[in-house]
């Protein structure tokens, strides 16, 4: 069940392309992301919204935002300083932000070793200098946006996802929607 990210590539900067839309994030294997899909579909055509596509799934941890190309290998060099503990989320909870019009699925129990991982990151991030989202830390998958009718808060049959990779992704922001490209990636140690 291999990840759809691509193996880690370096992308030579041209003057288009002199920063890149940084994030550290958890991406799932093919049979949750499918899961996620089937219950994203479900999700916006009940609230009328629509769907995220299924490759973008991911779980972000800290959201850098624009950083210099050349900023890469520092985000890289603090992604190989973290702990490398794994864990399993169950993903039991659907809710949505009516502000925003997002839906999404969070677990309703956070693993300590994610928390850890977390934590640690965002020090790492701003002690080597990178600036952060002050916004509380709330794991969750986007299953659909532009939801007009927000869907209240529920229990849904778990989806488990066994949180065994950390990636750093860049994105780049499009009309039909962003495009992630993997530039590195950490193996955890699930127990």
Not at 166 to 181: A, K, N, Q, V
Request: with cysteine; hydrophobic share 45%.
């Amino acid at each position: 069940m291999g990840d759809t990210l691509s193996v880690p590539t370096r992308v030579t900067a041209t003057p288009e392309s002199r920063a890149v839309r940084a994030f550290f994030a958890l991406s799932p294997n093919e049979t949750v992301r499918e899961a996620l899909a089937a219950l994203g579909r479900d999700v916006a055509r009940r609230s009328r919204g629509r769907t995220v596509s299924p490759e973008n799934a991911h779980l972000t941890l800290a959201f850098i935002g624009d950083v210099a190309r050349s900023a890469v290998p520092e985000l890289e060099a603090v992604g190989d300083r973290l702990p490398k503990t794994g864990f399993v989320l169950s993903f039991d909870s659907l809710g949505a932000w009516r502000a925003s019009g997002v839906a999404w699925i969070a677990p309703s129990v956070l693993p300590p070793a994610l928390l850890t991982l977390h934590s640690t990151l965002a020090d790492a991030l701003v002690a080597a200098g990178f600036e952060l989202e002050t916004r509380p830390f709330r794991p969750h998958v986007t299953l659909a946006r532009r939801c007009l009718q927000p869907l209240p808060r529920a229990r849904c049959p778990p989806i488990l996802w066994r949180g065994d990779r950390l990636y750093l992704i860049g994105s780049e922001l499009r009309p039909e929607g962003p495009i992630y490209r993997n530039l590195a990636s950490w193996e955890l140690a699930v127990r």
